[in-house]
């Protein structure tokens, strides 16, 4: 609740809704006169006698005071007032208590009732919340000069939108001007001694007082609100800043009083008391603040639901899993988990820029691709900016003398545009909060990549200032060398280029690596030299990671220098295989370290793949798709993918100085960790990344970390290692940089199948068991047999030998050993053999 010396300082809506609340509770039981808006009831006798029935009623409400009829008086007013005393000794103790409750609610003035109207009171409504303020009884609120501010009173109205919101209407009443009201003394005045009220004074209070003594009450809370009024701004603010001081000692005397046990316990249940977050642990979060990412309502999910209205749900849910590979759309962006099936490793089976498509499969890509596509490249894009800083977007946004960042969206269909959007908005309304800028849309130019006609007339509903073109411009063959052309002027043709370019589940639809190597050029070519940043993004699956990596592996070879701790120039020089001249260049993410990765160290597929570098990010599913999927038990989906971020033309902010750590020397500073908030805080590119969801058991968590030495290493921290680092370990999610150091260190064996699409080529860098012991001489396991021999009969039995923690031999229904009568009769079929060769030799002997 506001208090009255607060009131004044609240925002108009504020006022307005509590003065149209306090009006909707008095307005049924009073009509208020445009002239006298405080004024004196007459006698409770004679309201009593004039609102019961002549007539008694068989029906009896509860009340606490004796039964009582009374025959209907004259209820002209009387002229002259009676005495206070008499008046109240007169007056009905329920009739006082009930009256008190309609005037002032669940609050009463202090010293209002006597002890006996007080019990009377509680044994009624219960005791009252507290004491009533001015506010209680409707007084509106006056300006920093005494004035009502504006000379309307005002009635808000809702009405409902076509959106199905609800929008205030705004209904004026007229009334008086008023006069300026004089000045008071602060403290509280003696009732019997103050003037009577001024006009100015009485439009405070818009009711009828029910007795003298309501009438007295509510003078002494308007005089209250006076005295209140008056007290300068400055007072109260530095109360305020008292307040919030006292809070804050109170919080350090906890925080001391915590330091100062050493051997309490850290626990989930000890949050309040519990230290904060290193912030170097802050600045590793991977993603969103929110682990969860909710699709804009507004700009996404209510134009594709309108827009999908026109064809009835189940057809498109037919067509979805006619295309996408049945329940839960496998070959969609999503990656539903498979047990017990073997599906095609593919990528998305509706590309964006095919030029063929009906107007269901249009209905199709809205429902159940973009969704997913939102979502993967919102967690991409927030950690490409919170590596690259705030000073990126604004860099971005004064390109030009203000003229915005340049997007190109390839393979999204506008889902890219619409996370961009909602980032740049963001940074957007920060600098607006700031007074930096005063539009409320940020500028910028955005282009997407759309082939078919339905599907650019639907996604143009929704995407709003943007160009859409039917393919990727190929600047490669049509620009490079066009000076050099008979027919060209001499000059370098003009091209398009972007500052980011968001190419979404393109590579796994080109079977061919010359095709992928031509699409990565073309991307080159229509990126920004000077700071342009390239983000490439597939399914999370092996076959989707491979791709990414096979990038990532060309861009190290033939187009980027990265950066060292010093960099030589001579490195950056034009490949003879390529004919190009690498430029200064860095990998954003996910990767922390510029040489080969340590998951695909041989390039093409590699069949029984195992580990792989993926992440995963939840959203909540749009209704249209829950529907699709036939999803009843859970309304979210975590959808998994691989990406790479490439900055083109800079280096990181510190390379070539010893703050920028690289390698081995970056892997040992990040193991010892960055506790110590007195030394310099780590570049991002310096520390581990946490490939896989950590295991987090009683007393340990083990991540398992993808180094900037390139190396994957299995990292445990115990809660002996670190208090700090033990409790943000536990709050540590799949993605995250680590900086707080571990206490032990082993190299993990990552099982990366077999290298090469020949099923008899053993990878050598792969460390799954099987890959091991194929390694090691690749013979079979000879197997060893015990044969029993009985002098008198020959050979009894046989069985094979078996280790100690082998698993005992599968028996058959009838309880013998299968192997077990296999080998007796081979034994049985060896010795008629042996005994057909001696009658044989026997034979020919004689």
Partial sequence: MISASKLQNRCPGCRAQLLSFYDALLAPRTQASPHSFLRSSPPATTALSTTRSPRPSPIRQFSTSSRLFQEPVDTSPVPTPRNKETELKAEDSETIVRQARQTFGQTLPEGYLSDEEYNLYVRLYGPPLRETQPEDVGIPYRGESGDVVGSTSRYSLLRETEHGDLEEVEHTIAIEAEVPREEISEGEPDLEALPPLTDAQVDYLNMTANNQREYDALVKLQRDFESASLQPLEQAEREDTSERTEVEQDEEIDTDEYEREPDTELSEWDEPTAPRMHPNTSIGKFGPETSTVFLPKVALVEPIAALLKRADISHVQEAAERIFGGKGLPHSPSTPPMKGTVLPQTGVQLAVDQHKMSEIEADVYLATVIPGVYASVMSTLVEVRKRLGADWIRGLLDRDGGKGPRVLDVGGGGAGLAAWQEILQAEWDVLREKGEVTAREPPGKKTVIV????????????????????????????????????????????????????????????????????????????????????????????????????????????????????????????????????????????????????????????????????????????????????????????????????????????????????????????????????????????????????????????????????????????????????????????????????????????????????????????????????????????????????????????????????????????????????????????????????????????
């Fill in 451 to 846: 082939g078919s006609d339905h599907l650019r007339h639907r996604i143009s509903r929704f995407l709003h200032n943007t160009t859409f073109l039917p393919r990727l411009p190929d600047y490669l063959h049509s620009v490079e060398g066009a000076e050099r052309q008979l027919d060209s002027s001499g000059a370098a043709p003009r091209r398009k280029a972007f500052d980011i370019i968001i190419a979404s589940h393109q590579l796994m639809g080109m079977e061919k690596d010359y095709r992928r190597e031509a699409w990565l050029n073309n991307l080159w070519a229509m990126l920004e030299p000077q700071g342009g940043v390239l983000i490439v993004l597939e399914k999370g699956h092996p076959r989707g990671f491979e791709a990414v990596a096979n990038v990532r592996m060309r861009l190290l070879d033939e187009f980027i220098v990265p950066p060292r701790p010093e960099d030589p120039q001579d490195e950056i020089t034009a490949s003879s295989e390529h004919k190009r001249e690498k430029e200064p260049g860095m990998i954003i993410a996910p990767c922390t370290n510029h040489t080969t990765c340590p998951l695909y160290k041989a390039p093409g597929l590699s069949p029984g793949r195992k580990d792989l570098c993926h992440f995963g990010q939840r959203f909540i599913r749009p209704p249209f798709l829950q529907r699709i999927l036939d999803a009843g038990h859970r309304n979210h989906e975590d959808i998994k993918f691989s990406y790479l971020a490439v900055r083109r033309g800079t280096h990181p902010s510190g390379a070539g100085t010893k703050a920028f750590l690289q390698g081995k020397e970056a892997a040992d500073r990040a193991f010892a960790g960055y506790e110590d908030l007195a030394k310099r805080p780590p570049n991002p590119l310096s520390l581990p990344r946490n490939i896989r969801p950590p295991l987090k058991r009683h007393g340990h968590i083990t991540f398992e970390m993808c180094t900037p030495a390139g190396a994957v290493e299995r990292w445990v921290v115990p809660k002996s290692f670190s208090k700090q680092a033990y409790r943000d370990a536990r709050k540590t999610q799949w993605g995250d940089l680590w900086a707080l150091g571990a206490k032990t260190r082993t190299h993990s064996n990552v099982r990366l199948g077999r290298a090469g699409e020949d099923s008899t080529l053993k990878n050598p860098a792969d460390g799954g068991v099987r890959s091991r012991l194929a390694m090691g001489g690749g013979k079979k396991k000879l197997k060893m047999v015990d044969v029993l021999v009985d002098p008198s009969r020959g050979v009894i039995g046989a069985q094979e030998r078996r280790s100690r923690h082998q698993a005992p031999e599968r028996r058959t229904k009838g309880g013998k050993n299968v192997k077990f009568s296999d080998l007796m009769e081979e034994a049985d079929m060896m010795a008629e053999e042996e005994d057909g060769r001696e009658d044989r030799e026997f034979l020919q002997g004689r």
